[in-house]
Nanobody, 115 residues
Framework: QVQLEESGGGWVQPGGSLRLSCAAS????????MAWYREAPGKQREWVAG???????ESIAAVEGRFTVSRDNAKKEAYLQMNSLKPDDTAVYYC?????????WGQGIQVTVSS
């Protein structure tokens, strides 16, 4: 079975930084696109950033220039470097791996940005 586990979340003040990690096991990581989603209170889960199996990364405009997605195939890990964090970034962040048929999800990790 595919298992994804996020780490690196927590609380930071506005302007701070966090680096989320997603450790994958049981899947074909190197041939899978990876993505990060987030779900703020009372809002639907939204795609934030992703990196393809060909190491092409992209993100939504709201985090452009602040968030950077990367991956390390040798470690089977994906990362989301979050800089200049804003209160609006507060959400549960989810790692996602796109398999051949299904999307696989981590359990989510809380990121809270407040003074």
């Amino acid at each position: 079975q595919v298992q994804l586990e996020e780490s690196g979340g927590g609380w930071v003040q506005p302007g701070g930084s966090l680096r989320l990690s997603c450790a994958a096991s049981g899947g074909n990581f190197e041939h899978s696109d990876m993505a990060w989603y987030r779900e703020a209170p009372g809002k639907q889960r939204e795609w934030v950033a992703g990196i393809s199996m060909f190491f092409v990364g992209e993100s939504i405009a709201a985090v452009e220039g602040r968030f950077t997605v990367s991956r390390d195939n040798a470690k089977k890990e994906a990362y989301l470097q979050m800089n200049s964090l804003k209160p609006d970034d507060t959400a549960v962040y989810y790692c996602c791996m796109k398999g051949r048929t299904w999307y696989y999800w981590g359990q989510g990790i809380q990121v809270t940005v407040s003074s």
